[in-house]
């Protein structure tokens, strides 16, 4: 699903450097009259058994809701309570699921963890991937 026009999409994992780019994109809402949408995007670990997993299939994705609401209500001040604040819960890789959710967006918010240079080059990130393949601007912020 594309994000409507006028809207800032903003990656939300719970960590500060998510933080600060849900507290970045409510201020830059604030600016443009946009709306955000906070998006988690989740998945089963990459050695997560069906057999033998120490949590149901069903528990990833409540843990996200949880994990998304928390972030929100935490971060959404009183002087941002006139922002239109959607919730999005998407299951994939998060590269995939922001590009898709950033598509019609007018902004990409993300927070970097803060891999770069030799790591950044060997695994890849959320947020490299974000700014070479986004169809609209992507802003990184660190926590």
Known sequence: ??????????????SPSSRSALSWALGQASLTGASVTAVIAWEFPAFYSWEGGTMPPEEFEDAAHENLHRAVDE???????HITVHREVRHGHAAQVMLEACKGAELLVLGSRGHGGFVGALLGSVSHKCVHHAGCPVVILRG
Not at 1 to 14: E, F
Not at 75 to 81: G, I, L, M, Q, W
């Open 75 to 81: 971060t959404v001040t009183d002087e941002h309570r």
């Open 1 to 14: 699903m594309a994000a409507p026009q006028n809207t800032i999409v903003v990656g939300v994992d719970g």
